[in-house]
T-cell receptor
Framework: GQSLEQPSEVTAVEGAIVQINCTYQTSGFYGLSWYQQHDGGAPTFLSY????GLEETGRFSSFLSRSDSYGYLLLQELQMKDSASYFCAVNTGANNLFFGTGTRLTVIP | DAGVTQSPTHLIKTRGQHVTLRCSPISGHKSVSWYQQVLGQGPQFIFQ???????GRGNFPDRFSARQFPNYSSELNVNALLLGDSALYLC????????????FGPGTRLLVL
């Protein structure tokens, strides 16, 4: 079977840094994506890692370790608008994208 | 440029009926993928179409079908609706096949009674 594990909920303070982890066990691996979804909204693409290492895009960074089947999303200088659900998703190959169950991030003042 | 558009936004059907959902990708994008998202869960991959051909299929029954038109818009059809088909149906477009960067539409919320 295939599985992606993320924490279900994370709470952090405005201005702080938060890390959301994702471990995966899939039949194939082509890359790891991260999406943000506000309540009632559509998922928004944040980042994609195909190779080991860190990718940085503004306040967001994403890391991948293929040998550990592990990745994380790092959000810096948290803002209230960052409160949302965050999903990791694995491109398993054979044209299939498998999503985790999501991490609900709550940013408090 | 307009983003991904989907229609209708909301739909109520009864068990056993059929439904057609529509998606228009971002101009220039040739790939459309469909996902089902049940409340509180992550999106589940249903289909991917690229250049009018099916390139990927998730673990969904044959009641689900889709097609892509010459203008790259797409339809998702679901036959013999079940209560469990109630969900948000999302369409995502990308330039090429694959899943590196996808842009999602607002979704169609389907309720089956």
């Amino acid at each position: 079977g295939q599985s992606l594990e993320q924490p279900s909920e994370v709470t952090a303070v405005e201005g702080a840094i938060v890390q959301i982890n994702c471990t995966y066990q899939t039949s194939g691996f082509y890359g790891l994506s991260w999406y943000q979804q506000h309540d009632g909204g559509a998922p928004t693409f944040l980042s994609y890692n195909a190779l080991d290492g860190l990718e940085e895009t503004g306040r967001f960074s994403s890391f991948l370790s293929r040998s550990d089947s592990y990745g994380y999303l790092l959000l810096q200088e948290l803002q209230m608008k960052d409160s949302a659900s965050y999903f990791c998703a694995v491109n398993t190959g054979a044209n299939n994208l498998f999503f985790g169950t999501g991490t609900r991030l709550t940013v408090i003042p | 440029d307009a983003g991904v558009t989907q229609s209708p936004t909301h739909l109520i059907k009864t068990r056993g009926q059929h439904v057609t959902l529509r998606c228009s990708p971002i101009s220039g994008h040739k790939s459309v993928s469909w996902y089902q998202q049940v409340l509180g869960q992550g999106p589940q991959f249903i289909f991917q179409y690229y250049e009018k051909e099916e390139r990927g299929r998730g673990n969904f029954p044959d009641r689900f079908s889709a097609r892509q038109f010459p203008n790259y818009s797409s339809e998702l059809n679901v036959n013999a609706l079940l209560l469990g088909d109630s969900a948000l149906y999302l369409c995502a477009s990308s330039l090429n096949s694959g899943f590196k960067t996808q842009y999602f539409g607002p979704g169609t919320r389907l309720l089956v009674l």
